[in-house]
Nanobody, 124 residues
Framework: QVQLVESGGGLVQAGGSLRLSCAASASTRAMGWFRQAPGKEREFVAV????????YYADSVMGRFTISRDNAKKTLSLQMNSLKPEDTAVYYC????????????????????WGQGTQVTVSS
């Protein structure tokens, strides 16, 4: 069992930046960030392979968000720049227990471990 704890959410004006962090209780394989806005389903934001060499981003955040990981510290990060009001959501860190090599999955249901979420609110 892996525990994940997110931090770094908050309120920011449009155009601003935030950095989310996720601390894992044990080593993990692929990891990712997902988000859920009120009244909407949870959606993929960004994922990263265990090695960190492969990353995938949702079209809506491409070029604005950067996912990274530090395996020695067992941490996952999401740098969010040029934030927009439509980025407002609860952001969740997730970890995959399956070995997928350099092909991290973008499907939320494939991830077994989840954090409690951190709120990000972007005001216009």
């Amino acid at each position: 069992q892996v525990q994940l704890v997110e931090s770094g959410g908050g309120l920011v004006q449009a155009g601003g930046s935030l950095r989310l962090s996720c601390a894992a209780s044990a080593s993990t394989r692929a990891m990712g960030w997902f988000r859920q806005a009120p009244g909407k389903e949870r959606e993929f934001v960004a994922v990263i392979s265990w090695s960190g060499r492969t990353t995938y981003y949702a079209d809506s955040v491409m070029g604005r968000f950067t996912i990274s990981r530090d395996n020695a510290k067992k941490t996952l990060s999401l740098q969010m720049n040029s934030l927009k009001p439509e980025d407002t959501a609860v952001y969740y860190c997730a970890a995959d227990k399956n070995l997928r090599g350099e092909r991290p999955t973008r499907v939320a249901n494939d991830y077994e471990y989840w954090g409690q979420g951190t709120q990000v609110t972007v005001s216009s």
